[in-house]
């Protein structure tokens, strides 16, 4: 008979292989789907997803995390920078922590 992996075994076993195999911290490029920022907290949560170029069908997707002590700092430092606001629909390119 077969045992199952419990859900929070098999992200263990995900989260452990990938700090094994990975850097601390990685650049990645991706498109912004989604960016909502939290009046209470501060925290600005987003969706990062990237699409094939060919058919743009979506092909990858994870969510993220700016903590409100950085966010707070980084949206201006941004807007002023680029000249743009920061929205869904931009390319970022984001340094990332495993």
């Known amino acids: 008979m077969i045992t199952p992996l419990s859900l929070f075994e098999l992200n263990s ?3 452990k292989s990938l700090k094994e195999s990975l850097p ?5 490029q991706a498109e912004i789907s ?3 920022a939290n009046v209470v907290s501060g925290h600005c949560y987003l969706e990062f997803i990237e699409k ?3 058919n743009n069908t979506l ?3 994870a969510r993220g995390t700016i903590w409100a002590n950085v966010f ?3 949206k201006p430092y941004f807007e002023e920078s ?3 606001p920061f929205v869904s ?5 984001v340094k990332v922590r495993g």
Request: aromatic share 8%; net charge positive; proline share 4%.
């Open 34 to 36: 989604d960016v909502h």
């Open 13 to 15: 076993l995900a989260r």
């Open 59 to 61: 092909i990858a997707k």
């Open 52 to 54: 094939n170029p060919r």
């Open 24 to 28: 601390d911290t990685y650049w990645v």
């Open 72 to 74: 707070q700092l980084l």
């Open 89 to 93: 629909g931009i390319k970022v390119l």
């Open 82 to 84: 680029t000249g743009q």
